[in-house]
């Protein structure tokens, strides 16, 4: 039955639509995790266009309002409307994850390949820094740094980039080690090649790949904390749509019965995760052969 | 390698705490206190000396056990800590040995059939567990438990309002007052724990099945496994032969997971008003108690360390092949 299934994906390889076919033949779960992203990457991107209300429009009259036609999912305490704040909450998701990831690779890839083509005392040192903070928990160093630097959007996704770096930096390390003697860059070598462009030219190429099953699950990382920070009521406050300080919003509205408020955010934030993490799996199954022929 | 970590987190923290924006005189001091009031607070705190001096001192401290005062409260962080690491650790227990006891066995079953129906749904719902926010998932069990089922207590804490704490024997409210023959306070603290435990043994539970099933395909698929099949033992046998090879690794697993667990449950805590240890220093992170928040990570660190000796005395016990040599 595999079998099959694989010559078919070849035969329609051809057209890009094909190809797509193919990819989501090998792995569902990758198709599903980049269906689930991209459809909040589109609310994200026209929110303004497709929601209802503004994100902090208020309508007083309507406070705590159960979800309805008039809104879809209820009002929250100050009397606005549920549905268009989790819309607008997707632009906070990816305007943290994405910035936030993109500072883990500029710091952590550089850091990696150095550490891993030059050795020595400065290899010594990154791998120590790894050390500790790889033996702190995540939360709490993060909810310390948010909360010492000052609460603004730009340090939550400063204190998760740099949190998340040793990561990558692991990553490309150990790939640079297992290529540095290998023929292709021994020859770059000999051909008089200076140092940036084997690491960055030559190495970084073939080092990244590892890295990016990875990206996704750290960017699902990245949306939760950020939302984590944000239910603690560190960073991001409210009445800014962002999905975690909804669910803070939301907390003292539960015991009372006036579940919306907390849920829709909240469902929404288990959604863009879920998409990033099958993402991850996703890709992690289609780059890595070695994982397909012992498992999955 | 054990106090070099732990000198280290001890001064990554005490940097973190001091170069942040809270300032605790100006807290105690109140918006009325002149600037007289200020310089006294100040060199009550300690705060007046140079940064390596304070670290010197709390470092000599620390050394006789002495982890300084809170000034939130005015209580010694040594006795704080005492008082509220059997509340977290109660959560912690109940729900990391629930978490592995349906853990452990679903993730062998899934690797038994890769993408099979069991396989697929497991896999599912362990990444759902991972994707979903322990806050967020326990406010809306609270509302159906609570509010709409009325099956949970009221998130209040660790016993109801009639009961009295049992003696202290082992920390844990439900397994004293059963010890002590208290039965009214055992249900009442069970009925508290059932609902976070299980919302946590979700979370716990997650990546335990997704790293048992990796950890046990990769063992059925080795040459040995693979001899034992050849020979026609029987599946069951096969599986028993495989198992003793998978079960080092899965402890490693968990134990590496538990070190992150005492910390991830502070949120728990704080939504079932659990009075932890996570609830407190949660509290002392946000308003910059430093010798509280100091105390904190210096628990989790040598939580996490004590872990690490506990599975490599363990590994020791289990596997023959293990040496104390490396």
Same mark, same amino acid.
Do not use: C
């Given at each position: ?105 500029? &710091? ?45 959007? &730009?340090?939550?996704?400063?204190? &998760? ?136 | ?101 349906? #853990? ?76 002590? #023959? ?93 009075? #932890? ?17 100091? #105390? ?31």
């Amino acid at each position: 039955m595999t079998d099959t299934s694989i010559d078919r994906s070849a035969a329609v390889g051809f057209t890009t639509s094909g190809r797509i076919l193919g990819i989501a033949r090998r792995s569902p779960t990758f198709a599903i995790g980049f269906a689930i992203v991209t459809a909040f990457a589109f609310v994200a991107i026209f929110a303004d266009l497709i929601s209802p209300y503004g994100a902090i429009e208020t309508f007083s009259r309507q406070v705590l309002q159960p979800p309805g036609v008039e809104f879809f999912f209820g009002a929250d305490g100050n009397g606005m409307d549920v549905f268009s704040r989790v819309m607008y909450g997707a632009r906070y998701a990816f305007g943290i994850a994405v910035p936030a990831a993109t500072l883990m690779l500029l &710091i952590g890839v550089p850091l990696g390949l150095v550490a891993g083509y030059k050795g020595g005392v400065l290899d010594e040192v990154v791998l120590r820094i790894m050390d500790v903070l790889r033996s702190f928990p995540s939360i709490v160093l993060a909810l310390a740094v948010v909360s010492a630097t000052g609460q603004s959007l &730009i340090n939550v996704i400063l204190v &998760i980039g740099f949190l998340d770096a040793p990561i990558f930096a692991r990553l490309v390390r150990s790939e640079v080690l297992a290529l540095r003697s290998s023929g292709f860059i021994e020859s770059a070598v000999a051909a008089g090649n200076p140092t940036w462009r084997i690491l960055f030219v030559h190495l970084m190429p073939n080092a990244i790949r590892g890295s990016t099953a990875m990206i996704a699950v750290r960017m699902a990382w990245a949306v939760r904390i950020s939302a984590t920070l944000a239910f603690i009521g560190v960073g991001i406050q409210a009445p800014t749509p962002e999905w975690g300080a909804m669910i803070r919003q939301g907390a003292e509205f539960v015991i009372s019965g006036e579940w919306w408020v907390a849920l829709f955010p909240g469902a929404a934030l288990v959604g863009i995760v879920l998409g990033f993490n099958l993402l991850g799996d996703g890709l992690q199954d289609l780059l890595d052969p070695r994982r397909k022929a012992t498992g999955k | 390698m054990v106090v070099p970590i732990l000198l280290g987190i001890t001064f990554l923290t005490f940097m973190l705490v001091r170069i942040g924006d809270q300032n605790p005189v100006a807290m105690l001091g109140g918006p009325m206190a002149d600037e007289v009031t200020f310089a006294v607070i100040e060199k009550e705190l300690g705060l007046d000396k140079p940064f390596f001096v304070q670290f010197g001192i709390y470092l000599g401290n620390l050394v006789q056990g002495d982890l300084g005062e809170s000034w939130q409260s005015s209580e010694r962080v040594a006795d704080e800590i005492r008082n509220r690491l059997p509340a977290s650790l109660e959560l912690l227990v109940f729900s990391v040995l629930l978490g592995a006891l349906v #853990g452990v066995p679903v993730g062998l079953r899934s690797a038994q059939r890769p993408n099979g129906l069991f396989d697929q749904v497991s896999r599912f719902v362990s990444l759902f567990g991972f994707s979903v926010p322990t806050y967020w998932i326990a406010l809306m069990s609270i509302f159906v438990f609570f509010f709409l089922l009325r099956w949970a207590p009221p998130p209040m804490g660790r016993l109801d309002i009639a009961s009295f704490p049992p003696p202290d024997l082992t920390g844990s409210y439900f397994i004293d007052s059963v010890l002590t #023959g208290n039965w009214t306070t055992a249900w009442s603290a069970l009925g508290q724990l059932t609902l976070p435990v299980i919302l946590f043994s979700i979370i716990v539970a997650a990546p335990i099945i997704k790293h048992t099933r990796a950890i046990s395909l990769e063992v059925l698929a080795s040459d040995y496994v693979r001899y034992a099949r050849a020979q026609g033992l029987r599946p069951r046998t096969v599986r028993r032969v495989a198992l003793r090879n998978a079960i080092t690794p899965i402890l490693t697993f968990i134990g590496t997971e538990l070190t992150g667990l005492l910390a991830a449950v502070s949120l728990l805590e704080l939504i079932f008003a659990w009075g #932890g240890l996570g609830q407190w220093g949660l509290n002392a992170i946000l308003l910059g108690d430093f010798a509280a928040v100091q #105390g904190y990570v210096l628990v989790l660190a040598v939580f996490s360390v004590a872990i690490f000796i506990v599975l490599d005395l363990l590994v020791l016990l289990l596997e023959p092949r293990a040496t104390l040599r490396p």
